[in-house]
């Protein structure tokens, strides 16, 4: 997901919702930046779901369209997570998925021939999500004031996806290693919750960059 590529026309009209806000770096006294955020917007997010009842179709529907990637088995249990050449695969729900891709492939396309309407819904979510990425020392101590999760490794392990949120707006957490966790914000109200993770970290240091 990190590697070079060229964003599809429609990636290229989405505008950030960080855009008007400022890199900044905010030391404490002794000079530390022991939180870091970089925030972005997303090139291609696809809503893959269906209703009760109809979860085992969907799944098999799209391990079919998957098989050519290699992805197999799908992730199993809400918050359970895969990668594959389309992108990062979450299960975001019992019924549902959602696929985090670079923009390169029209997602929506290569799964609606196995994923029809009788299976379930593709939804384009591109405008509405952003991600902002926390790392550091002090990552979980920040993260800690805003989300009730326990963030202990054995109940949050690397590779696993909560759906969360602070001060009544959602928010969904990635944990990547044990200082490194991608969220994934609302566009909405990104903005707003980017100043709330910055406010959090003061005390330890923060350094914030954007791209997009």
Known sequence: MSELHTPTPAAQALRSPFAHIAVQSRPTHDGLVQVRLHAERLDQVTLISTWMGGTQALCEALANALAATGLFPLPAATGDTAV?????????????FMLIG????????ELRGHITAEVGALLDLSHARCRVRVEGP????MLGKLFALDFRETAFAPGQFKLSGHHHVPCSLHRLDADRFDLYLFSTYAAGQLESLQDAALEYGVALTLAN
């Open 138 to 141: 002090q990552a979980v101590s």
């Open 102 to 109: 670079p923009g390169t492939v029209d997602v929506i396309a």
């Open 84 to 96: 594959c050449p389309l992108g990062l695969l979450i299960r975001s729900g019992p019924h549902e």
